[in-house]
């Protein structure tokens, strides 16, 4: 931390606190969300490992993912099995493992009625009124009252199996609108039974699903709620309209802690909130519960990304605990650091979805940019280093991402580590997408690399341009060699592929994204970007010029700006803000000709063609590897391993994980 700064009082986040029979060891909680890990529907030993690896970080109280509570529940691949007995010895592996490392655990019980899963489940999505699907154009099914009574036995049982299988107790979800939430609104719930109509009858179902859950479990047993909050469906489930259901719980003592979030399935996006969106979204809303409920602990999630956000919310009272959900899966020893006073240490979320979210949503297990231990903790020993038997004298060429991480995992296990980086910043490319709107949060991670090498004591050598002369003359055991990428030089597009030389994107006034972030290319006031890789490269770029105050015209094959950031929640929110910024898009094309100041923008659809005036054409292509270097060492009998982008262009994460990879094989 600069000596500059003043040094922040992180006590707060390091009381105990009474909940129901338990204590509490802090304030952090690594709350529930879909790790999708399971095999067959059982936990196995990568959930094992990711969860006790909280655990051992100091989380003081770790949610399990949600459970289906019945067969019309299923809505992932990667789900527990539905109301199964077979899962409990597969989960007291887990609940052992998690309370030998000082932390409580909870499972999370699911139901999310209209908006379920057909193709996962094979049953139709119950509800009580037989709404519509959020998630896809299925309608759903309108529950008898005898169907209902199955539900909430289901709950019950579901409860009971998991104190059986030693959790502390459970939490339900109605958030994002599942079923609970279903049945407490009116926009949801048009039964004109016992079960409908009076805000009474809308919170029966509830009252008597946690009645029931309290009998299967007894005393000794924690039940909380999660909800959320959606500001922009205030007609589904308004901030008031909860609160009022909560303290209506509360009242009653039905439940032992609300945990609120934000989003739903009306509105994915701030369900796992990208950079795009602030810090402490949910704080407005704990902090009126706290005002209005007598009995109940109130706990506050959603981008609470650094201690310093928790601090402050827990020392103005707006919630007695915080979820810190993504930020213990970028650094699972997030409260252990914060104990050392060592926050500084911490490597930090940022806000990307890419790996988490990302991987999620391709139905995939969950992973981290930042953190490429996280899922993997069973196979490399959690998120920390054990010191090589034979230290070595390690050589990292190249500072991006993939030398950045080889360096620091290595100097981790013990080994002499030095860096070489041609230029006089660390970060490569990684950098330049730091510098784009709203994405400094990459740039902090990079100061977080500066200070762990320091710490480390890694030699880092800038304007270090290597060759094979120089990288013998270090004399190092072991050679890691990650020089990255650059563009191509006759750039060709892949859903138009005609020569450079014919389309004119190896002409004058042609840029790569690279040296418009770099302040290399000084453009005119008119600027096509095509964007072939629909990522943030040529979409955060077009942010940049756009708010430069230049006219940005975005072309690309994709049928929709964003297509590769569909996966993180993010494209929504990006498109709305390149559109407010005057933003024009060009979908399911290609750039025909560029010459003169003239762009020939050429339909994919009906090959129609339109001519745009303009400045400068800025490209968004894959890289090509540098991987001169690599071919000059292999040439002088010179041994390396090539890591990242000179191996092929990918994204960040693909070089962190080569990174670490790399220095847990040497």
Known sequence: MPADLPVQDFSVLLQPLQLRHLTLRN?????????????????????????????????????????????????????????????????????????????????????VGAHGDWDNSYRASWSPSGLASMHDSDGSHAMTEAEIEEIIASFARCAKRAKDAGFDGCELMAAYNALIEQFWSPYSNKRDDKYGGSFENRMRFSAELLTAMRKACGEDFVIGMAISIDPTRPDVASSAAQLEAVVWHDQRALFDYVTVGSGSYFDFTT???????????????????????????????????????????????????????????????????????????????????????GRRHRDYWISCLVNPS??????????RFAKSAKPQHVLVVGGGPAGLEAARASAERGHRVTLMEASDKLGGQ???AGM??????????????????????????????ADGDSIAAVGADRVLLCTGSRPVEAPQQRYWPK??????????????????MGREANPGSRVILLDEGGSWRGAGTAWHLAEKGHQVTIVTPDSLIG???VRTAADGPLRSRLKKLGVVFHVESAIAGWANGRARIRSLLDDSETEIEADDLVLALTNQ??????????????????????????????????????????
């Open 27 to 111: 304030r952090v909680v690594f709350g529930a969300h879909t790790a999708n890990m399971a095999t067959d529907g059982l936990p196995g030993d990568r959930h094992l490992g990711y969860y006790r690896e909280r655990a051992i970080g100091g989380a003081s109280m770790i949610v399990v993912e949600p459970i289906p509570v019945h067969a019309t529940a299923v809505l992932t691949r990667g789900n527990f099995r539905a109301d199964d007995d077979s899962v409990v010895p597969h989960f007291r592996r887990i609940t052992e493992a998690v309370h030998a490392e000082g932390a409580h655990i909870l499972q999370q019980l699911y139901h």
């Open 271 to 357: 369900i796992i909130p990208p950079f795009l969106y602030g810090e402490k979204l949910t704080e407005p809303v704990t902090a009126e519960i706290k005002r209005n409920v007598k009995h109940i602990r109130v706990q506050s999630e959603s981008h609470i990304r650094t201690p310093e956000n928790a601090v402050g919310l827990l020392k103005a009272g707006h919630a007695d605990t915080v979820s810190i959900v993504r930020g213990q899966i970028a650094d699972p020893h997030w409260v252990s650091k914060v104990k050392a006073g060592a926050p500084e240490r911490i490597r930090r979320c940022i806000s990307c979805n890419q790996m988490c979210w």
């Open 374 to 383: 996280a899922g993997r903790e069973f196979q490399w020993g959690g998120d």
């Open 430 to 432: 990684f950098r330049l």
């Open 436 to 465: 784009q709107p709203r994405r400094a949060q990459i740039l902090d991670l990079l100061d977080w690399y500066e200070g762990e090498l320091q710490r480390l004591g890694v030699e880092v050598q800038f304007g270090a341009l």
């Open 499 to 516: 020569p450079a030389n014919e389309t004119g994107l190896a002409g004058p006034r042609v840029w790569p994204v690279e040296e418009i």
């Open 563 to 565: 297509r590769d950031l």
């Open 625 to 666: 590897p540098n991987n001169e270097l690599a071919n000059e060492l292999r040439a002088a009998g010179i041994g390396f391993t090539a890591i990242g982008d000179c191996i092929s262009a990918r994204h960040a994460p693909a070089a962190i994980y080569e990174g670490r990879e790399a220095a847990l094989a040497l």
